[in-house]
């Protein structure tokens, strides 16, 4: 008889992370796509209503195809190394072998994630520097100087440079996700296994890997999602060149926001990399079945 | 208890975020004693400059008690993209830099800069002190919007010591140059002329300069209009290709490195040759012991263009419409002689005031840079101050795309105009 009351407390806990997120997540959502139907530059007094010719100019621009291949490079290669890599990294650091140094070799991996990006990306052009970078030096001293090339200069590595330069970061971060995971995989299973004569290998695949599906899906999505935003890496090390040889979608928004005040179309773009976004964040929730855990 | 705990911690949040969102508003024109404050923005927050304006706004204030001058200041690229988020809102500084021509006409276009001519009129004698060719930057329909202040133009720098090493003479022709540069090879130096190509307005610098020596300058005035642009002239595809070849005697490294590094291989010894501002003649004698002439971009040899004309252009200071009235008087301050001298003097850079470049402040070279400005029978604007932005882009990343080989000049041409035509629309 009572009409259900609904609960204050709980309520008020949503309140403030649902007012945060319509400000500062819904509302620009809306705005960009509202804006995305618009020519105007940050000059302008005025809007000019011009419907779908940004996207119909998104579907011809050879330039967009190329930013987003590069972004699938980015995805493929981190998840290949971010997700598979660091949890064999992982197994290895949980492993009873290394129980003594783990600890310390955990801060080593994760201490990239510490520090700031633009800090990375700025030391990593040191790195690459065509002439007295870290990398072709090291190349020379073992003999390998004809392996040596201007990367960042270099058409077809200066994309790969860049994902390389994110691998080393993001690593340590997944792999501790990871080792979490790890973790909390009960021991019974693994002393189980034992007494069945499995050897590491098998244990791997047969606990570690269906224990920590959960784990892995979330690292995932990160790293996909971020691969499909990112921005700082080849922004500052390349600026998205030499031409366009290393633009990712997010840069090519930038560009064309910022450097040449096409905020119509920059909107356009941003809504392309968020509709990109979610069918992959879908796919996976998808495919990964996850909250129906058995 | 506990409920009225949570509430008033929930409160204070939403009382935060509104008043954040508040604040921006309460922007008033004196402070609590009374004072006029001017906000003045400028774009070098690296030395000398910075410490150059920290002491010149000190001065200002300890002569003005009743004004507070609050300063801010962000490097090159980022200046451009912040003053172009000031000027669409509404928190546009009193007083601050500009590059003249298309930089400054899109400030202008959103309506929020003051213009000068009454004031220039005012005080003719402080408005005729400073070179009257260097306000054509900032003129737009028969009003002027901004107050030159420095100079600039780009030649060849070379190393004196290399040339003569090798016998080698300043060349006069664009051919000369190339036969110079073969030479240089032969003679041992890999890369015999430099640049950095990941700043792509160093490529716009380029392409600006040989444009006017081969592309007809009526063809030029056309085109570099969004409105009549329509780039089909062959002389572009064949700027290109004089690009294009003058990168293959840069080196593998040009496109990975800045001009910076550009500029420190040249002050080395290492590179003879490099293309560069006068504004950069101090900074090269500070990083090297190299003895440096320069000679303008050379004739190329069935050029349509100006021979002659001198790329550069100056960068001067802007009022905002709403700025206190005290503004005009600081900026005379700013662009007065005395000012002048002493930035000049600080800075090796050189500036438009009558009178303030002396053999006092400057070096032989820049006073003979200063007089090549000075007398030039026409200076034409860096080329992505020239053009609009969406067609310099292709320019600069297609020059890249030039110097590692992934696209023709064709190509480059072709989206070129596609870009013009859309522009046209």
């Keep these: ?294 | 208890m506990k409920k009225m705990l949570l509430f008033s911690i929930f409160l204070l949040l939403l009382s935060s975020v509104l008043s954040a969102c508040n604040s921006s508003d309460e922007t008033t024109a004196a402070t609590e004693d009374g004072k006029v404050v001017i906000d003045f923005f400028h774009r070098w927050p690296n030395e000398p400059r910075k410490s150059f304006y920290d002491e010149k706004i000190k001065e200002y204030m300890e002569a003005n008690p009743d004004v507070h001058i609050n300063v801010n200041s962000v490097l090159n690229d980022s200046y451009k993209e912040k003053i172009k988020v000031l000027v669409s809102s509404d928190d546009l500084p009193d007083i601050f830099s500009s590059w003249s021509y298309s930089f400054a006409e899109n400030l202008v276009s959103s309506e929020k800069i003051m213009p000068l001519n009454d004031v220039l009129n005012e005080d003719k004698e402080w408005s005729s002190s400073i070179i009257e060719s260097q306000y054509d930057g900032f003129k737009f329909d028969d009003e002027t919007y901004g107050v030159p202040f420095t100079v600039d133009g780009k030649a060849f720098f070379y190393n004196k010591a290399i040339f003569e090493e090798n016998n080698i003479a300043v060349p006069k022709t664009y051919d000369e140059f190339i036969s110079a540069l073969d030479s240089l090879k032969q003679a041992g130096y890999e890369q015999p002329l430099v640049e950095g190509l990941t700043d792509t307005w160093a490529i716009s610098h380029y392409l600006g300069t040989i444009f006017e020596r081969v592309v007809d300058p009526a063809v030029l005035e056309k085109d570099y209009k969004a409105e009549t642009g329509e780039f089909t002239d062959p002389g572009y595809i064949k700027g290109l290709e004089i690009f294009k070849q003058l990168t293959a005697y840069m080196g593998d490294v040009s496109t990975a490195m800045d001009h910076e590094a550009a500029r420190n291989m040249f002050a080395a010894g290492e590179v003879p040759v490099l293309y560069m501002q006068f504004a950069e003649i101090k900074m090269v004698e500070e990083a090297g012991n190299v003895e440096i002439g320069f000679f303008d971009f050379p004739a190329v040899g069935d050029g349509k263009g100006d021979p002659t004309a001198l790329t550069g252009a100056p960068e001067g200071w802007m009022v905002s419409k709403t700025a206190p009235k005290e503004t005009i008087d600081f900026l005379k301050f700013l662009t007065s002689e005395e000012t002048a001298a002493e930035f000049t003097k600080t800075d090796g850079q050189l500036n438009a005031v009558k009178g303030a470049v002396t053999p006092d402040n400057v070096n032989a070279t820049s006073q003979e840079a200063y007089e090549l400005v000075t007398n030039a029978t026409s200076t034409a604007p860096w080329f992505d101050n020239a053009v609009n932005i969406n067609i310099a882009d292709v320019f600069m990343r297609g020059g890249q795309e030039l110097a590692t080989g992934q696209s023709t000049p064709q190509d480059i041409m072709k989206t070129v105009q596609q870009e013009a035509q859309s522009l046209r629309e």
Aim: proline share 4%; no cysteine; glycine share 6%.
């Design chain 1, 1 to 294: 008889m009572i009409a259900r009351k609904i609960p204050l407390i709980p309520t008020l806990f949503l309140l403030p992370s649902l007012l945060f997120l319509s400000i500062f997540i819904y509302f620009p959502l809306v705005q960009n796509l509202y804006n995305s139907f618009f020519e105007f530059s940050v000059f302008s007094p005025t809007k000019e209503f011009v419907g779908f010719a940004s996207f119909q100019q998104l579907i011809q621009d050879k330039v967009i195809m190329a930013a987003f291949i590069n972004n699938v490079k980015y995805a493929v290669i981190s998840v290949l190394f971010q997700v598979f890599f660091a949890l064999i990294l992982a197994t290895i650091l949980e492993d009873k072998v290394f129980r003594r140094i783990a600890p310390a070799l955990r801060v080593i991996y994760f201490m990239p994630v510490m520090i700031s990006i633009s800090v990375i990306a700025l030391l990593f052009t040191f790195v690459y520097n065509p002439q007295m970078g870290l990398l072709n030096s090291f190349l020379e001293l073992i003999g390998l100087e004809n392996l040596a090339v201007p990367w960042l200069g270099n058409a077809t590595t200066a994309i790969y440079a860049v994902i390389a330069m994110s691998q080393w970061q993001s690593i340590g971060f997944i792999t501790m996700l990871f080792i979490v995971a790890i973790q909390k995989i009960p021991k019974e299973l693994y002393e189980a296994a034992d007494i069945d004569g499995a050897g590491k290998i098998r244990k791997f695949f047969n606990i570690t890997v269906p224990q920590v599906k959960e784990t892995m899906f979330v690292n995932v999505l990160i790293t996909v999602t971020g691969s499909i935003l990112v921005f700082n890496e080849p922004f500052i090390l390349t600026g998205g060149g030499p031409g366009f040889s290393s633009t990712t979608l997010s840069v090519l928004m930038y560009e064309q926001g910022f450097g040449k005040d096409n905020m119509g179309y920059a909107s356009a773009i941003a809504t392309l990399i968020f509709v990109l976004s979610a069918i992959f964040a879908l796919i996976q929730i998808r495919v990964s079945g996850t909250g129906k855990d058995d």
